[in-house]
């Protein structure tokens, strides 16, 4: 019996614990780096500091939570210049893009 609350003082840990994403290898956080610089550069600058699309600099990201943040890359923005990333991207790299975002893409 007690096993079986164990058990289910687990599950309902779990359940109110965020999943972790996972995190992109090396090489490949080198990768989206490069694909925020060029390809969401050319919408947001070059510097990330706005243009067609808003800033993407820390200053202008605080407030918006990086799950927001996250479902915007994946999804889009419908009826803006905005598209959805997910063809290109998993839930688990728009989650540390937004992440670093959120901090300050390195370069």
């Known amino acids: ?5 164990i058990a289910v003082f687990g599950a309902l840990l779990l359940m109110g614990t965020p999943a972790l994403a996972a995190t992109p290898s090396p090489n490949r956080q080198e990768a989206l780096r ?10 947001h600058g070059m510097t990330l500091k706005g243009g067609l699309g808003s800033s ?5 990201l605080d407030g ?4 927001s943040l996250t479902d915007i ?3 889009g923005i419908p009826g803006t210049p905005m ?3 997910a063809a290109l991207l998993s ?11 959120k901090k ?4």
């Open 91 to 101: 839930a688990d790299e728009a989650a540390w893009i937004a992440n670093e975002l």
């Open 56 to 60: 993407l600099l820390p200053q202008a």
């Open 104 to 107: 300050g893409l390195a370069p």
């Open 1 to 5: 019996m007690r096993s079986r609350g």
């Open 73 to 75: 890359i994946l999804n």
């Open 34 to 43: 490069h694909m925020v610089r060029q390809d969401c550069g050319s919408c």
């Open 64 to 67: 918006i939570p990086a799950e």
């Open 83 to 85: 598209p959805p990333w």
